[in-house]
């Protein structure tokens, strides 16, 4: 049996008359910058995400990026970020001029701890990144409080985490502001690159749009020294083709979830501890015969990945930070032995109960 690591095909086949129907209309509208697709993309997708505003945008780093922006964080200033996650959110402190302070992650959820995060505040520190790696929700009530008592700004890498919660309020809505990535592959994904910025605050969503925009609000009037980072028409129109399916996609997702966590049992194989409102954008098991385990699975056919092999206090791009192998244990360890296995809408039970058998017999 074959399975592949992600099955797209699944996914876009039953919806492909919505999908085509997107693409003819932004076709016959001929209007593919800043127009009806976006701006109906933006309104479901907040009410979606139970917040006042959306302002889509190139991809999710620019996301994250415009927050950090529009938070006046720049030179001088320290952002407290995991150091187990995809350097993209690292990325975004770097270009606004900002100082990326990592945290290792608490190795049982894979994400950072506001107990760990507070050992790292120093008097230049200004904000606090939480990234909802995997799909999984970080101690919001926990992070909430930190920042409230010393005063720092919260943003959330939602990249990940397409409708998850955190005791029943959706990811992204915590903070000053969440960054999306609708990366094709993601939990809801477009046909290309995309991203969004969630937030309640008006000023915020004001900012982000005007930064995205050249630094305008009105043509020809920069206010701003911005970016060009907006949402086209073809994605924000398959998007909101997608989006009525994301609930029914994320129930999929976790009921897949629950059968391998209830099938897998293997000596040499770790799953993360439990958490109730993850979406499973990826299923992530541990083994410290990692590199073994994928050979093994690749030759029964099944196909996956890693995410993320190398910890970014030891990527090359950041060694002037002056870390050093040993710094972050957890990360090192999550990055050594991390494997995600395959999981999407449209799985068959036949291919996960092969999934399971074939990983039990390692």
């Known amino acids: 049996m074959k399975i592949p690591y992600l099955g797209l095909q699944k996914i876009h086949d039953p919806i492909r008359k919505e999908l085509d129907a997107a693409y003819n209309r932004v076709m016959d509208r001929e209007w593919f910058i800043d127009g009806q697709e ?7 997708f907040a009410a979606y ?38 350097i993209a959110s690292v990325l975004a402190i770097s270009y606004v001029g900002a100082t990326p302070v990592l945290v290792d992650p608490d190795p049982e959820t894979a994400l950072i701890t506001p107990e760990k995060a ?56 915590f903070g000053i502001a969440g960054g999306f990535s609708f990366y094709p592959g993601k939990n809801l994904g477009a046909l290309g690159d995309a991203g969004a910025v969630v937030t309640d605050d008006p000023k915020i969503a004001e900012v982000v749009r005007s930064l995205g ?18 949402l086209d028409e073809f994605q924000a129109a398959f998007l909101a083709a997608k989006l009525p399916y994301l609930d029914a996609w994320t129930a999929e997702r976790r009921g897949i979830a629950e059968k391998y966590a209830r099938g897998i049992h293997h000596p ?15 299923f992530p098991v541990f083994c410290n015969e990692r590199d073994a385990l994928r050979d093994y699975l690749e030759s029964a056919g099944i196909h996956t990945l890693i995410h993320y092999p190398i910890s970014v206090h030891l990527q090359k791009a950041y060694a002037p930070l002056g870390y050093h192998r040993g710094d972050f244990p957890a990360a090192e360890m999550l990055a050594e032995t991390e494997l995600s296995l395959p999981l999407y809408p449209g799985m068959t039970d036949d291919e996960i109960g092969y999934m399971i058998d074939t990983l039990n017999r390692f």
Request: with cysteine; hydrophobic share 40%.
């Open 213 to 230: 925009n050249y630094g305008s609000s009105a043509k020809y009037h920069h206010d701003l020294v911005g970016v060009n980072s907006r």
């Open 118 to 173: 507070a050992e790292k505040i120093t008097d230049r520190t200004r904000a606090v990144m939480v990234v909802h790696l995997y799909g999984r929700v970080a101690d919001m009530d926990g992070f909430g409080r930190l920042c409230r008592e010393r005063n720092l700004v919260l943003v959330e890498d939602t990249a990940q985490a397409h409708g998850a919660d955190w005791k029943g309020k959706k990811a992204g809505t």
């Open 38 to 44: 976006d701006h109906a993309f933006e309104e479901a």
């Open 49 to 86: 995400c139970g917040v006042s505003y959306c302002v889509g945008v190139g991809n999710g780093l620019d996301a994250l990026r415009l927050i950090l922006m529009a938070a006046g964080i720049g030179e001088g200033d320290e952002v407290l970020v995991p150091a187990n996650t995809f």
């Open 268 to 282: 040499k194989i770790r799953l993360l501890r439990e958490d109730p409102g993850n979406v499973f954008h990826i």
